[in-house]
Structure formats: structure tokens, C-alpha cells
């Protein structure tokens, strides 16, 4: 049975994590333009659990990031418009449809921000490890956004259930 398509209008969180994630978007597709020139031959492209950096590449790989993370921005983007697509861990009704639908379009945006300020952190550590800034990534910032990521997908897991 197909999922009821009904229209669920935004709240203002989430045009402000939409805005967050645009602002994020922004900024990872200018820093690396503007730091762009200054960076040396090779830049990280691979670091250890210990946020050193492992495996170095040309400077053109900075731009892998800002690529990988536009393209995944726009589509989750795009995504969060149709939660009616979106697999729920409860049966979806005509009841339950709207807070369903808010709450798993609602988890897409914030994912999707939090994403984009990962790749963003990234890339502007992977720049300022290249210019000899900073030694590598922060273990605890990356460990922090990983649970953060986890985190979001448990809690809406969670309300799911709890709110059928």
C-alpha cells in the first residue's frame, strides 16, 4: 500500500536549518576558491583515526569535498519535499501521515546541514593542514559530528515509535 501523499507545511526550524544548510553550501564552495591559490602542490587526502593526515594528493582534490557535498546538499534537498517516498518504521495513515511526514522531512534537513558543516569542517581543516596551520583533523570535533549524526537518526527513529 502505497504511502497517503498529502502537503506538510515547513515550521520555522526548518527553513532555519534550510538557511543553515544553504549558508554551509555557501561557504563550502568560497573557502576553498579563496584559499585556493595559496595552497601548496599537495593537499591531505586521507587522514588517520588520529586526525593526522595519511595520504596527500594535488591540490585539485580540494574541490572533491565541495563537489561530493553539493551534489548530496542539492539531492537531500530535493528529498526532503517528498516524505511520501520515504521507507517509516511504523505503518504510515491518514492519521499519522502529516506528523510522520514532518518529522521524516524534518530529519532529512537537519541531516543534511549537519552533513554539509562536516564536509565543510573537512575541507577547511584539509586547506589549513596544507598551508601548515593545523596538523590534521580534531579527533573529538570528528568524533562529536559523527554522534551527532547517529544521534539525530536514533532520535527520530525513536519518536517514530513513540508516536505512531
Known amino acids: ?36 591559490g595559496d595552497l601548496p602542490d599537495e593537499v591531505p587526502r586521507h587522514f588517520g583515526p588520529d586526525g593526522s593526515p595519511t595520504a596527500w594528493s594535488g591540490k585539485g582534490f580540494i574541490w572533491i569535498m565541495p563537489i561530493i557535498g553539493s551534489i548530496m546538499f542539492v539531492k537531500l534537498f530535493f528529498l526532503s519535499r517528498y516524505p511520501h517516498i520515504y521507507n517509516y518504521p511504523v505503518t504510515v495513515t491518514e492519521e499519522n501521515a502529516p506528523r510522520l511526514y514532518l518529522k521524516g522531512s524534518r530529519m532529512i534537513r537537519v541531516l543534511n546541514a549537519v552533513l554539509v558543516y562536516v564536509f565543510l569542517y573537512i575541507t577547511y581543516s584539509s586547506i589549513q593542514t596544507a598551508l601548515g596551520e593545523q596538523s590534521g583533523l580534531n579527533p573529538a570535533i570528528m568524533f562529536a559530528m559523527m554522534g551527532t549524526i547517529f544521534a539525530i537518526i536514533g532520535f527520530y527513529l525513536i519518536d517514530s515509535y513513540r508516536n505512531k
Open 1 to 36: 500500500m502505497a504511502n497517503p501523499v498529502i502537503v506538510v507545511k515547513k515550521e520555522p526550524f526548518d527553513n532555519a536549518v534550510e538557511r543553515a544548510g544553504w549558508l554551509a553550501l555557501a561557504l563550502l564552495i568560497f573557502i576553498p576558491a579563496w584559499y585556493f
